[in-house]
């Protein structure tokens, strides 16, 4: 620790600070823009001065930038010197000399840092009288608006975009006084973390597009903590609704998570929560109308009850995208041993063996956070950036870790940015990549090395092996190029200090899981430490592994086979996304009644005998649990318009109809939350995750909306002038009212960042324990799993042969893309205009021997069935091997890998 004093007075701070940090973290109002706690220094806009002094004698100081000063022990600053105040005046008052003075119709009104700031140094008036140099915007695509005449020259959007965020078509332009920050020409930003911007630009260049199309000021809205539902990493936001619609989606901070940042599929496709697809009744269909026909929920809860009674068995489809408590409550309502996962039987296989390595293996899985300071990074078989972005975003990071390091032992500040970014241009980090074909991060890797999954959990058995020969099972008939590559990601595992494997569900191969638990199990057999990191399909996909099934889809689907169920409860899922046709096909032709509980019209619920609507995440209240096995809680942004409800109460109020005993004590959230600890040792801690309901401050809950929320008696005039009573919410400590208390609440109940003088997202400052630490009293959320000490090294033995090119017969591996291959975001208009049309990639000799070329198309034969589809050339796959897009909306739904033919299509012949 270091003692600083300020203005007289002395202050304890960490060591390794800039005086701005440090300034900050103990509550000065010091006002700044170019500077930002993931990016670092560079003391481009001179706005953070304050005066620093020799010693006590010394009277007259010397202006200096507290981003660019070390605070070292024993220096005297002071914040309020008159010059210091001055020439921070000064600053704003340059700023603001082109500056238009539109800020009643600027989207960034109300929590622009830029306002914050002029307010805070005292500048009111403006005494330039010239005109103000403009330009012109651009349109920079779906997500993202631009108005370059708010630009302030900060250069915090470039060094994020380009530095941080890897990205290459946004670039700062210059001829005499003008700069420009923008694209060389129009176009959608071709960075997945675009939508960063919004909230990295201090001021109203850059805004969120989707929220035009409902404006609503940001004091109006309702705001609750939340979890992007859109993949396996929980990453934490605070979505924002008004008039019983969501209108955008900003990051939460959480340190162990996400920290600052969000990929745009989590920032903007949240939209399928207002759209036309969404279940806004009970459903049903009868032999005498030709569409479904509309119940009431008693009608619809009376149908559903004398089905479950009537039938010589029901079983339940639960869901990777429903909560821990949504999926219990089924489980609860069906048994367990009539329990099934929502997945085909070759999903679930690959999900249960996931499970298996994170609870049983040696190695432990870190916080999504940490995979930015791993030294050494071997990734097996995943598309991270597709498949989950974030943890992309912070692979990218490990040039800038080495450049840190290079800094830290030249003793130069790792907060000075302007080093740290030269270095990382030149020096790449140990990031080695053996996906089955190139990926966003090739770019960043030391080595890549592209094949079918079979050779490619060959090469990861391999490393496992050089790492530790004597235990490690030897793989055979290696050539001496895949063997000098695995000697040579074995050495830069062992010599790292925080070495990590990163693996998943993404190619849905078995054998790629199991090399990489085999690589963390000859790490810790020679004393190194040893992290996994194992992406998975969906928000809650470990969740669902840890409430334990009997089987997939298939499994399922042979209970109705065989006459020992009759009744299919399906929840909130899309089967028709899961298996192929010929499942689909069985599982319906067997089941008496179908029930589907889901709030989006899909393929299932389209068939479904009887549908009964859900609340979505933004409706209600629950838990996911990440891919780390972080239990995180989600609340309700706004009620949802009766009959519309939470799955788990639907199931509850059916168990009530049939007079079954175990739902009779589910009167809240809270209960069940309870239910789920007690039955389910692993989910002992579940209750933890958050406050309970009876939690108040100051015999308050905690305010949905601001202090400033407006318009509580004109939202429904048109039905009543008289103010309605609030919303009611029994699930949790949460108010739909500006009413209560407006301090900072738990870390897990935080719905929105602002204190007093800071209503940018920069106020997010006021809430951490120091600046870019944890949130003041611990991030959300508590790890529900960590590897045993006692846990006993255990090797996987099925090596694969290796993949043998067949003329005539294809390997099938699977794609992803970030915009598509999941299934509620491609509902969302800005993403579903992103997503690919089906296609089906092919190595360019493969395509030529064929006759095809690039847009032509394809007969693709697999599963017994045919698709015509169109051809993407891709150099990077294997001869042989032919990619199909996971999930995109129109596509073939199939259980891949998979073998079969590839021909001239029809257009082609």
Known sequence: MATILIDGRPYEVKDGQNL?????????????????????????????????????????????????????????ISIDDPEAVGFRASVIEWLMLNHPHDCPVCDEGGECHLQDMTVMTGHAYRENRFRKRTYRNQDLGPFVNHEMNRCIQCYRCVRYYRTYAGGGDLNVFSSHDHLYFGRSSEGRLQNDFSGNLVEICPTGVFTDKTLKNHYTRKWDMETAPSVCVHCSLGCNTIPGARYGKLRRVRNRYNRDVNGYFLCDRGRYGYEFVNGPLTVQAPLAKTSRAPEPVALSGEEALARAAAWIANSPGVIGIGSPRASIESN????????????????????????????EVLRNGVARTPPLSETAQADAVFVLGEDAGNTSPVLALNLR??????????????????????????????????LYLATPCATSLDDMALKTFHAAPPDLG????????????????????????????????????????RPLIVSGAGSK??????????????????????????????????GLAMLGASGGIETASGELLSGRAATVIVLENNLFRRCSPETTRDLWGAAKHVIAIDHIVNATTSRAELVLPAASFAQSSGTMVNNEGRAQRFFRVFSPKAPIKESWRWMRDIMGALWRPEAAGWHGLDDLIAAIAAAIPVFSALPSAAPGADFRRAGGKVPRQSHRYSGRTAILAQIDVDEPKAPEDPDTPLAFSMEGDHRQPPSALIPKFWAPGWNSIQ??????????????????????????????????????ARQVVRVGKWVFVPLHHVFGSEELSALSPGVAGLCPKPYVALHPEDAAALGITEGGRARVDVDGSAYDLSVRMVPTLSRGVAGLPVGLPGGPALDLPASGKVSRGIADE
């Open 397 to 430: 990071q490990l040039a800038r870790r080495k450049a840190a390091g290079l800094m830290e032992e030249a003793k130069i500040p790792t907060w000075n940015d302007s080093p740290i970014t030269r270095l990382a241009e030149s020096e790449k980090g140990a």
């Open 763 to 800: 106020s997010l400052n006021r809430f951490q324990q120091e600046i870019g630490g944890p949130l003041r009293g611990g991030d959300p959320g508590v790890r529900l799993i960590e590897p045993s000490p006692q846990a006993k090294a255990r090797y996987f033995t099925a090596i694969p």
């Open 328 to 355: 219990f409550a089924l489980r609860t309502l069906v048994g367990p041993d009539n329990f099934y996962a929502g997945l085909s039987d070759k999903d679930f296989e690959i999900l249960n063996l996931a499970w």
């Open 20 to 76: 701005l940090q440090a300034c900050l973290t103990l509550g000065f109002n010091v006002p700044y823009f170019c500077w930002h706690p993931a990016l670092g220094s560079i003391g481009a806009c001179r706005q953070c001065a304050v005066k620093r002094f020799k010693n006590e004698k010394d009277t007259g100081g010397e202006i200096v930038m507290a981003c660019m000063t070390p605070a070292e022990d024993s220096i005297r």
């Open 458 to 497: 060959r090469l990861g058995f391999a490393v496992a092996s050089v790492i530790s020969p004597a235990n490690a099972p030897k793989v055979a008939d290696l050539i001496p190029e895949e063997l000098r590559l695995a000697e040579k990601i074995a050495r830069a595992l062992k010599s790292a200090a």
């Open 509 to 542: 191969s078995r054998t790629l899981i199991e090399a990489a638990a085999n690589i963390c199990t000859a790490l810790r057999q020679i004393g190194r430490p040893a992290q996994i990191i194992l992406a998975l399909p969906e928000a809650n996909s470990l």
